[in-house]
């Protein structure tokens, strides 16, 4: 293994890890605060200015996917309750 492919993979790795934890802590703010409201851009500190609006994002988007999520998750529910209905009625049916 040359150190090209060595960095490569390093970098891949710190790149997971910083995805993970960026993830982690969108979660746990949102479990926490819920969707907040936007946050306060300082100019004069734009990279921590630049961090709000990245977790801000982030948890809107969990918001949408958990809005959004509901009635589909409420729709296969119901689908499979069907399902399983069907199956019971057609084993009673065979068995006779």
């Known amino acids: 293994m040359d150190w090209r492919t060595a960095f490569t ?7 997971l ?18 969707p907040g409201p936007r946050p306060q851009v300082d100019l004069r500190d734009p990279a921590r200015s630049a961090e709000h609006l990245a977790v801000w994002l982030g948890v809107k988007t969990v918001a949408l996917g958990v809005r959004m999520g509901t009635p589909i998750f409420a729709m296969l529910s119901e689908a499979s309750a069907d399902v399983g209905d069907w199956f ?3 084993l009673h049916h065979e068995s006779r």
């Open 9 to 15: 993979e390093i970098l891949d790795l710190a790149v």
């Open 17 to 34: 890890a910083g995805a993970a934890f960026y993830a982690v802590y969108v979660l746990i703010r949102y479990l926490t605060n819920g």
């Open 88 to 90: 019971l009625s057609n």
